[in-house]
């Protein structure tokens, strides 16, 4: 059982930056991928950001340039700096593993970024 716990996210100003953790109860070593997604009112769960074991990451096309994802093995943690920031981005973001077969999520943190 993997539990992941999101933190960092809040209310920004367009423009503005934020950055997000996702710190893990075993070791990301153990997790083949780690990533960022996000859901906004009235849409689906969507992907933000992938990092694999191997430190390959893939990026929505709406973030890409934005957000940069990046893994912290020592901590255990998984971080989503997210730079330049639009009203569109608001959402619960939420951190998601992937081990095994087995799928598991974090209960989301808000970011609002406000116009």
């Known amino acids: 059982q993997v539990q992941l716990v999101e933190s960092g996210g809040g209310l920004v100003q367009a423009g503005g930056s934020l950055r997000l953790s996702c710190a893990a109860s075993?070791?990301?070593?153990?997790?083949?991928?780690m990533g960022w997604y996000r859901q906004a009112p009235g849409n689906q769960r969507e992907l933000v950001a992938d990092?694999?074991?191997?430190?390959?990451?893939i990026y929505a096309d709406s973030v890409k340039g934005r957000f940069t994802i990046s893994r912290d093995n020592a901590k255990n943690t998984v971080h989503l700096q997210m730079n330049s920031l639009k009203p569109e981005d608001t959402a619960v973001y939420y951190c998601?593993?992937?081990?095994?077969?087995?799928?598991?999520w974090g209960q989301g943190t808000q970011v609002t970024v406000s116009s």
């Open positions: 998601k593993g992937v081990n095994g077969g087995h799928t598991y």
């Open positions: 075993v070791s990301i070593f153990s997790i083949d991928a």
């Open positions: 990092i694999t074991s191997g430190g390959s990451t």
